[in-house]
């Protein structure tokens, strides 16, 4: 074998110890067989041969060289020589590898890659992109990816993406996609542009993950962390959370937030003469019509048993006035119960009354902790009481309440025993003429001896 310094420099040896060498030795084992049938081949015609070897050297790399070989006959037409050009294409067979191995794991990739134009317009995707959306590529081929979009993806999700494409840069977030069946699913997406040297954009690839079942499963743990499996209010750690969130919100708005806590009386006894099943159904009830009677924004949890708490913001700035909105408020959960509850059970409906212990808060006097310390102990108060009551946490607050429930309960009673009476007052000018005059009600305490008038209202 005779040779040029370029091929001894590809196998890495000295160029005088090649001659008298047999070329075949640097082809690998494995290939030698079918070079030299390729070799055959050669000889048995007169043309030339193309083909591609490839080579190793002394350090165990490798290279790649395309032949031409081309036979060199005597004048009887007897092969004498083989002479062969070679060019090295080591490099475009690395590059063939990658981009083979790059189509490979982009065909098999597990997450839908999807590649369009700079109009959106889709020029390929992969298996998993069939497999997630139920599309086949060539029914999506030519068409914008909105196909996908059925209007539950917001619109600022789209406004973001189209922002940092436009700058030059990737996008990372999530869409609410539709499959061809209809179903809905929740795709998590990367989408980034494809720069040429010049820093030209050419095109857009997405590389998607259905995420569907992993966001069922977070909501899963959401419910279990923070929801109650028998009723799906919130729990007391949920509870805890929004209380603390009243109290900022009190704190901005200098409005009084109010927690209420409700106990159901004899609870454990309807429990253990009815059973579980009475029981539950009972606090699914409760459950019930406590959120009914509330606003959307208030919050009713269950902090288990049958203690139930609300939390109600934005009652009055006033103390009075909020504590007479709380008393309202309160006196609303508890008509809940005259109502009997349908249970099922063989003695007919149920007939259950709450406890209930209210506080207020105003600001961030008191932390949550304290707040539900505080609703506690007034619950306990009204347990201490008898039960099938309201009491509220401090004496000062309770007061106000009690007055209110006397004035009330006096006004009713005036009206039905014909307490009021009506007063004309002559108003006076200057000159001592009657110009008009004053209409007062005022309220006599009914079964008195000595009548006593209590206005109602100051003049007016």
Not at 159 to 177: I, K, M, S, V, Y
Not at 229 to 249: A, E, K, Q, Y
Not at 390 to 415: C, G, H, N
Request: aromatic letters at 6%; proline letters at 4%; hydrophobic letters at 35%.
């Amino acid at each position: 074998m005779s040779c040029n310094l370029r091929y001894a420099e590809l196998l890495g040896k000295d160029a005088s110890a090649l001659p008298g060498k047999r070329w075949i030795d640097f082809i690998p084992q494995d290939k030698q067989d079918e070079t030299r049938e390729s070799l055959h081949t050669l000889l048995a015609g007169s043309g030339t041969l193309t083909s591609e070897r490839e080579i190793k050297r002394p350090d165990g790399s490798t290279c790649w060289i395309r032949w031409l070989d081309q036979p060199i006959l005597d004048r009887e037409g007897r092969c004498v020589e083989i002479r062969s050009i070679g060019q090295d294409i080591t490099l475009d067979k690395q590059n063939a590898l990658r981009l083979r191995q790059l189509a490979q794991a982009v065909e098999q990739s597990p997450n839908s890659i999807v590649i369009t134009n700079t109009d959106a317009v889709i020029e390929y995707a992969n298996e998993a992109f069939t497999r997630t959306t139920g599309y086949a590529s060539e029914e999506v081929i030519g068409k914008n990816p909105r196909v996908l979009n059925a209007g539950k993806t917001p619109r600022e999700t789209y406004e973001a993406l189209w922002q940092a494409l436009t700058r030059g840069d990737a996008w990372r977030g999530e869409f609410c996609n539709t499959r061809k069946d209809g179903s809905t699913y929740v795709e998590l997406a990367t989408i980034a542009p494809i720069k040429q040297p010049d820093g030209s954009i050419t095109h857009y690839v997405a590389v998607k993950e259905d995420i569907t079942e992993r966001r069922a499963a977070e909501e899963r743990i959401q419910q279990l962390a923070y929801y109650d499996t028998l009723t799906g209010l919130p729990n007391r750690s949920l509870m805890l959370d929004r209380l603390r969130h009243s109290i900022l919100s009190s704190e901005r708005s200098s409005a009084h937030g109010m927690l209420l806590l409700l106990d159901v009386d004899q609870f454990k006894m309807l429990n253990d003469t009815q059973g579980h099943e009475a029981g539950d159904a009972l606090l699914r009830e409760v459950a019930r019509r406590l959120q009914s009677s509330l606003r959307a924004e208030d919050t009713v949890a269950r902090l288990g048993g049958d203690d139930f708490a609300v939390v109600v913001e934005a009652l009055d700035e006033g103390r009075e006035l909020a504590i007479a909105h709380a008393e309202k408020i309160a006196e609303q959960l508890h008509g809940n119960f005259l109502h009997p509850f349908e249970l099922g059970l063989s003695s007919g409906p149920y007939r259950g009354t709450p406890s209930i212990g209210v506080t207020l808060f105003q600001g961030r006097a008191a932390s949550a902790t304290a707040v539900l310390q505080q609703a506690e102990v007034a619950l306990y108060k009204a347990k201490e009481d008898g039960r099938n009551t309201i009491r509220f946490y401090s004496e000062s607050m309770q007061s106000v309440v009690d007055a209110r429930a006397e004035m009330e309960l006096k006004l009713r009673t005036a009206i039905a025993e014909g307490g009021f009476r009506l007063f004309y007052q002559p108003q006076l000018n200057r000159d001592g003429k009657i110009v008009g005059a004053e209409a007062l009600i005022r309220c006599f305490d009914a079964g008195g001896e000595n009548d006593s008038p209590r206005r109602l209202h100051p003049p007016r």
